[in-house]
């Protein structure tokens, strides 16, 4: 399967390779949509080295292919912590969301920072 973003500029558009399955496209974008479908149970985080370790550190990486094909550096990954879905995009960004509210301020306080939606 490929996907083909949509950039400014269309010029360095490209199609690139994003899962080897259908049924792994499908299941990507229910996790993905999982992630943006109740703003009070979500969040996103500007990632950085340390925020990432953390990650590693306090989440089970999930048995799905990384991804985007052929990217290793900053590839897609998924995580799992104590009642909470994670994504590491790329090593840019952490999404998080979590069963309860309390869930997701407990992985906040795990992996600190200037959360998108920490109100607290």
């Known amino acids: 399967m490929f996907i083909r973003p949509d950039l400014a500029d269309k010029s360095a558009e490209r199609w690139e390779g994003w899962l080897e399955r259908l ?36 989440a089970v ?12 550096e900053h590839a897609i990954r998924w995580f799992l912590g104590q009642d909470v879905l994670l994504r590491n995009d790329g090593g840019l960004a952490v999404l998080a969301r979590g069963r309860t509210a309390e869930d997701l301020d407990r992985v906040r306080d795990l992996i600190p920072g200037d959360w998108l939606n920490d109100c607290r």
């Open 61 to 72: 990486r999930l048995p799905f292919p990384a991804y985007p094909i052929g990217e290793d």
């Open 23 to 58: 049924s792994l496209c499908f299941v990507e974008i229910v996790l993905s949509e999982s992630l943006q479908a109740d703003g009070e149970l979500c969040d996103f985080l500007d990632a950085d080295d340390d925020s990432i370790g953390l990650l590693e550190e306090n």
